[in-house]
């Protein structure tokens, strides 16, 4: 603890990135948040960053590290950081989950932040958790094995993180407001970007592009964040396989496979092996859509013309490239397809990486995701409604302090504690002919109280209601084991049987696929206040987000920990409240 506090570097022999330089695990950091000029597809503008880098800088750390990151806000907004998929353990303090775990740092204060890693190992990610600030504001968390460990892969010649985002001409508060104003879809994006760049098939690219040079023979270890606000997608190398490894900070058996399929919150760590002739490939993402045959309604922010953002592969060595890499083919996307891929994943399960899915289950959660309407209130709207959105019909407003700090302290009236583990109205969720006819949720800031060591099921239940979308939906402060995915009503007699008890994904972010349900469990033994959410902003925004409070167990190692001295303070009005 003691030695963490002081600014020690480390140099990692042996891990270097493309670009040649020597990553630097620092248990130390400084994080400012500013606001900084950048251009992209010829527009230039301001926008917040930490440390003026865009993406933000890279963490390193080891398992099992206490790493400490003093947020200094030196922007016009209010600004919280989240660790996203380090469980935090017993510390919620650090969590920075705006209203949530703490009040936003607001302008010219500053917050020192402890991100303590414990069982995570693989790739996760920062990013703030204060409105739409994310969109702009994420870096990535890559957690080596600790020295006397190795990788349960032969270890690679280089790491390499690459950085899924977007990218808006527009600032990014203009966005998030006219959203709120019109009350539907935000508007379209303008570039898909890959570690910051949207590639050459972008306007104004050809130098705003990710490059990276590779030497033939050897396995490169990427490491990929999805930091996307919206969309899952489809990544792919052209002629090349890779083999997945880890998912969400957590190893996975080797899965090879010709593409990616990532939802917003996921990290995935796969391996490439450069096995190919020499020459220039392109790597490419684009979304995921819903395949040609189905024709319903779509809103501008699922354009099927977006151009897909592009990287190049370059073998390094002596031969003529050719005029244009090879592009990847793109599969046809089916709902399917995005169970297809999570089910596949599966964790080592072994003597090393033993996995403990809880068995007896006390905590039977059934939650119903849907979008909502409500009628509304201001004449901004685009139409006499505007989308909401729910889990089990609540939708979750916003206190005007955070939960924790009213949990910690006793105050009333800032939440419920009577989150419903069932929905309160049941009807056919998946049947296509209710369509549209999307429902009124009711408002609440309720939360769901844990007993420590709960085990806990949760059945994801999707619904039609809106057309239905899937839900990447990601939990704070725990992982949770994936044990299946499928079409239709969630049967209890046909697809318990099918669940994965052997070895299911420890996973902190799970998509719950349109048309269908997921099936996930934890235990409770992380006391604390924690977010579950959906990971398309527009969806956490419209209300599908609830917390869960975990109790303190009755020995000392089971309690929470006390906040530290320079919490922020909860007396400025939050911003992003509008309702
Ligand atoms: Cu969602």
Same mark, same amino acid.
């Given at each position: ?21 020597? &990553? ?32 933000? &800088? ?12 003093? =947020? ?44 303590? @890693?414990?069982?995570? !190992?693989?790739?996760?990610? +920062? ?22 460990? $190795?990788?349960? /892969? ?77 969309? =899952? ?16 900070? $957590? ?17 995935? #760590? ?30 501008? @922010?699922?354009? $099927? ?22 592009? &990847? ?12 891929? $999570? ?25 119903? @995701? ?12 685009? !139409?006499?409604?505007? /989308? ?34 069932? &929905?309160?109205?049941?009807?056919? /969720? ?84 349109? /048309? ?25 925004? +419209? ?10 167990? #009755? ?25």
């Amino acid at each position: 603890m003691i030695s963490a506090m002081k600014f020690i570097l480390l140099f990692l022999s042996g891990i270097v990135l493309h670009l040649g330089i020597t &990553p630097v695990q620092a248990l130390l950091h400084r994080f400012e948040v500013r606001r900084s000029l950048h251009t992209r597809l010829c527009t230039t503008k301001s926008m917040l960053t930490v440390n003026g880098q865009f993406p933000g &800088p890279t963490i390193y750390a080891r398992r099992g590290d206490l790493v400490t990151v003093d =947020i200094v806000n030196l922007s016009d907004r209010n600004i919280t950081i989240h660790w996203h998929g380090v469980k935090m353990p017993r510390y919620p303090w650090s969590d920075g989950t705006n209203l949530v775990t703490m009040c936003p740092i607001t302008p010219g204060n500053k917050f020192r932040q402890r991100m303590i @890693l414990s069982d995570e !190992e693989g790739t996760l990610f +920062w990013h703030a958790h204060s409105d739409w600030s994310r969109a702009t504001v994420y870096g990535a968390i890559i957690i080596l094995p600790p020295t006397t460990e $190795s990788y349960p /892969f032969p270890k690679p010649h280089a790491q390499i993180p690459i950085l899924l985002g977007l990218w808006w001409n527009d600032d990014i508060d203009e966005v998030y407001q006219n959203f709120i104003a019109e009350g539907r879809d935000p508007a379209a994006v303008d570039a898909f970007l890959m570690n910051g760049q949207p590639g050459d098939l972008y306007p104004c690219s050809t130098q705003d592009t990710f490059r990276l040079k590779v030497e033939t023979g050897k396995t490169y270890h990427i490491r990929m964040v999805s930091a996307l606000m919206h969309f =899952i997608v489809f990544f792919k190398i052209a002629g090349h396989n890779v083999t997945v490894v880890g998912a969400d900070g $957590s190893y996975t058996k080797p899965l090879n496979t010709d593409y990616i399929l990532i939802g917003p919150g996921q990290t995935i #760590d796969f391996l490439l092996e450069t096995n190919q002739p020499p020459s220039h490939y392109y790597m490419a993402y684009k979304i995921y859509t819903r395949g040609s045959n189905d024709t319903t309604p779509r809103s501008p @922010l699922f354009r $099927s013309d977006y151009v897909p953002s592009t990287g190049i592969l370059e073998y390094v060595g002596n031969y003529t490239p050719p005029p244009s890499p090879l592009f &990847p083919p793109f599969p046809e996307a089916w709902p399917s397809t995005t169970i297809y891929f $999570s089910n596949k994943l599966r964790s080592l399960a072994n003597d090393k990486h033993p996995i403990d899915v809880p068995i007896n289950i006390t905590e039977k959660l059934f939650f119903v @995701l849907s979008i909502n309407l409500w009628p509304c209130r201001a004449n901004s709207c685009l !139409e006499s409604d505007r /989308f909401l959105a729910s889990i089990n019909n609540v939708s979750m407003i916003m206190p005007e302090t955070s939960v924790l700090e009213a949990y910690y302290k006793g105050i009333k009236g800032v939440f419920t504690p009577n989150f419903p583990d069932h &929905p309160e109205r049941v009807f056919n /969720f998946t049947y296509v002919s209710l369509g549209q006819n999307a429902s009124h949720p009711r408002f609440a800031t309720a939360v769901y109280m844990l007993d420590y060591n709960a085990t806990v099921e949760i059945v994801f239940q999707n619904t039609i209601l809106g057309n239905g979308l899937d839900h990447p939906i990601h939990i704070h402060g725990y992982s949770f084991y994936h044990l299946g995915s499928g079409l239709g009503n969630f049967d209890e007699a046909r697809d318990r049987l099918n669940l994965n008890l052997v070895d299911p994904p420890f996973m902190d972010t799970v998509i719950v696929p349109r /048309f269908g349900w997921t099936v996930v469990r934890f235990k409770a033994s992380n006391p604390g206040v924690w977010y579950m959410h959906c990971h398309y902003d527009r969806h956490q925004s +419209w209300g599908m987000k609830m917390v869960f409070i975990v109790k303190d167990g #009755d020995r000392p190692e089971e309690k929470m920990l006390p906040p530290p001295q320079d919490m922020p303070r909860c007396d400025t009005p939050p911003l992003d409240y509008y309702y």
